[in-house]
């Protein structure tokens, strides 16, 4: 089992619907949780940090579930403008020395 | 500005050639990172760094070298040894203040061999 998985997708949803997706995490004493973006050929840039209480920017929502060992990632009213790789990244504490796991990523490609 | 820069953007490397890429931040950030990215795969751990005049193996540090001699600089070298170096690299930083610090990514390298 992959320390942390991600569907591939891709997810192809039209402009202003919902999507969500997962990312599940093997190490339970895992304390960090982000999510990136990615666009083709570009660096990952951060999206937000996954808080134990779950946390909303805008449009997006990033929760985690200890007990089943997951975050998900919702983006509401989806804009062209979203689509890119999500990366999920867990970090095994807080210290810069803590191992950090990037997820392969799952693609997701809005349509007018 | 502050930020991440990398060197060149695109890297071609002969059979049996050393390359060196650049990686330079401004943040003041203590911790500096390597990454291999290969179509549809995630991030790889190359080396990392936490402070001046040290560095640590990350999974994947076969075929390649680093230094850290300055606090802004932390340049990867892929030797010879690296038989499969064609890949996106990236590198990072962040703080080491602790908390839910984040890494920043500069614009990355593409390394091609002839």
């Known amino acids: 089992r992959k320390e942390v998985e991600q569907d591939p997708g891709p997810f192809n949803v039209p402009e202003g619907a919902t999507v969500a997706f997962n990312c599940t995490y093997s190490?339970?004493?895992?304390?960090?949780f982000f999510w990136y973006r990615q666009d083709c050929r570009k660096e990952p840039k951060l999206l937000m940090s996954?808080?134990?209480s779950g946390n909303e920017d805008g449009r997006f929502t990033a929760q985690l579930n200890r007990a089943s060992q997951y975050i998900s990632l919702l983006i509401r009213d989806s804009k062209l403008s979203d689509s890119a790789t999500y990366l999920c990244?867990?970090?095994?504490?807080?210290?810069?020395?803590?191992?950090?796991?990037f997820g392969s990523g799952t693609r997701l490609s809005i349509r007018p | 500005d502050g930020g991440i820069t990398q060197s060149p953007k695109y890297l071609f490397r002969k059979e049996g050639q050393n390359v060196t890429l650049s990686c330079e931040q401004n943040l003041n950030h203590d911790a500096m990172y390597w990454y291999r990215q290969d179509p549809g795969q995630g991030l790889r751990l190359i080396y990392y760094s936490q402070i001046v005049n040290d560095f640590q193996k990350g999974d994947i540090a076969e075929g390649y070298s680093v230094s850290r001699e300055k606090k802004e600089s932390f340049p990867l070298t892929v030797t010879s040894a690296q038989k499969n170096p064609t890949a996106f690299y990236l590198c990072?930083?962040?703080?080491?203040?602790?908390?839910?610090?984040?890494?920043?990514f500069g614009p990355g390298t593409r390394l091609l061999v002839l």
């Open positions: 190490n339970s004493a895992s304390q960090s």
């Open positions: 990244v867990v970090k095994g504490g807080y210290s810069s020395a803590s191992k950090i796991i």
């Open positions: 996954v808080y134990s």
């Open positions: 990072a930083s962040s703080s080491a203040s602790g908390g839910q610090e984040t890494q920043y």
